[in-house]
């Protein structure tokens, strides 16, 4: 099933996927984040950062992303708010803030997020890297190895958002797949599948005469 991508989206599913005190749950947690204002008391963290964090358990594990996401755009959180409960959520709650780049940072801030999360191994946060707001904001040469980090790690090339278009005609990443492959080869490993795939799109499409 394909996940929702905008946040007007989101609130829908999980209007139709909740019943009972799970929806009553959320609606509290959304009005609670969307009614903080004024710094962040360090002693006393905002109710909603607690919402965050237990959202997994109030609305269960196949909606949590969704609910997180939710919530840190009714807080309105700004970068600093969303490195630090990146820097110190578990992989769940990073996964979810990886989802949320797209709909609060605009530009690039939120990029050294996506990085960190393309130095790990764990699957569903490279997944996340790879998604709408890495595919507009990562330069050329880290894209290309975060497509190879996911073939590397098994991560299916669907995770990778705007793979046509960032792929179409790019003669390095097709030298570097090239390479990949014959390293794969050589140590008597299988090369995946999705690597063809990839390969294939990187030919420029010829246009019509």
């Not at 609305?59 to 807080?75: C, E, I, M, P, S």
């Not at 699957?123 to 790879?130: E, G, Q």
Request: charged share 25%.
């Amino acid at each position: 099933m394909t996940r929702p991508t905008t946040i007007a989206a989101l609130r829908a599913h999980l209007n139709t996927a909740l019943t009972g005190a799970a929806r009553a749950w959320l609606d509290q947690a959304l009005a609670e984040a969307a009614a903080h204002t004024g710094p962040r008391d360090e002693h006393a963290p905002p109710v909603w950062e607690l919402r965050f964090a237990e959202a997994g358990r109030r609305t269960g594990q196949d909606h949590a992303d969704a609910t997180r996401v939710l919530l840190l755009h009714a807080a309105r959180a700004d970068t600093a708010t969303l490195t630090r409960l990146y820097a110190q959520g578990t992989a769940a709650e990073r996964r979810a803030v990886l989802e949320a780049l797209p709909h609060l940072v605009p530009g690039p801030d939120g990029l050294p997020l996506v990085e960190d999360a393309l130095r790990t191994n764990d699957t569903r946060l490279v997944a996340a890297a790879v998604g709408p707001y890495g595919a507009e904001h990562l330069p050329a040469h880290d894209w290309r190895h975060a497509v190879l980090k996911c073939l590397f790690t098994g991560v299916s090339v669907n995770a990778v958002a705007e793979l046509g278009r960032r792929a179409d005609g790019d003669t390095e990443l097709a030298r570097m797949l090239d390479d990949f492959a014959q390293e794969r080869t050589a140590a008597g490993r299988p090369v995946p599948e999705d690597l063809h795939r990839v390969l294939t799109l990187t030919a420029p499409v010829k246009e019509e005469s």
